[in-house]
């Protein structure tokens, strides 16, 4: 295994439009994690799932994101009508159990223009 | 909750120096603190964790960090700099009866000076 896979890396997008990344965890991980990273700052919370369940959600999760993880496997990050406020790395990570340390993805990179 | 708060947005060092990057968090339960280094336009990479066990916690690439529960600190230090080292380094906390999710800092740019 090779690690958290994301893609694609890079994205560019105009306003309005919608798009969606994906992510393959590490095989056996049952917890999978999205986060947000703007320049500068660390990564913040969006969501997690615990095998196929999305358990918690931050506020930062508007109504226009939605995360899901059919079958507790690869998931996936839609947003819709983008904004240029979503431009921004999301990264990607997966645990083997609560505790555990998270493994990042590379990140896809998103530019709304 | 848990929250952490880094020191020092960038922090340059010569090559060969001690380096230091500092860390305070907070929890209402007792912690799990990671440190991860980034490199540009990569993913996280972690460094060490601490898990309740041992308080001096060893890492990757000779790097190591200190849990002190009395300063609720977990500062990571590296004895002698190389330029490989030049990343920005988060320190991140969760909570360990939880663990539900993982709390970044701002993170700290780590310059090595030749």
């Known amino acids: 295994d090779t690690g958290v896979s994301q893609n694609p890396r890079h994205k560019i997008t105009k306003r309005g439009q919608n798009v969606t990344f994906r992510c393959d965890p590490i095989s056996e991980h049952n917890r999978l994690y999205w986060y947000r990273q703007t320049l500068g700052q660390g990564p913040e919370f969006l969501t997690y799932f615990q095998n196929e369940a999305q358990l918690e959600k931050s506020r930062l999760l508007s109504d226009r994101f939605s995360a899901e993880r059919p079958k507790g496997s690869f998931s996936t990050l839609e947003i819709q009508r983008t904004e240029q406020g979503d431009s921004a790395m999301y990264l990607c990570a997966s645990s083997l159990n609560k505790n555990t340390e998270a493994f990042f993805g590379q990140g896809t990179r998103l530019t709304v223009v | 909750a848990q929250s952490v708060t880094q020191l020092g947005s960038h922090v340059s060092v010569s090559e060969g120096a001690l380096v230091l990057l500092r860390c305070n968090y907070s929890s209402s339960v007792p912690p799990y603190l990671f440190w991860y280094v980034q490199y540009p336009n990569q993913g996280l990479q972690l460094l060490l964790k601490y898990t309740s066990a041992a308080t001096l916690v060893k890492g990757i690439n000779g790097f190591e960090a200190e849990f002190k529960k009395s300063e609720t600190s977990f500062h990571l230090t590296k004895p002698s700099a190389h330029m490989s080292d030049a990343a920005e380094y988060f320190c991140?906390?969760?909570?360990?009866?939880?663990?539900?999710?993982?709390?970044f800092g701002t993170g700290t740019s780590l310059t090595v000076i030749p």
């Open positions: 991140a906390v969760s909570a360990s009866n939880t663990g539900n999710q993982f709390y």
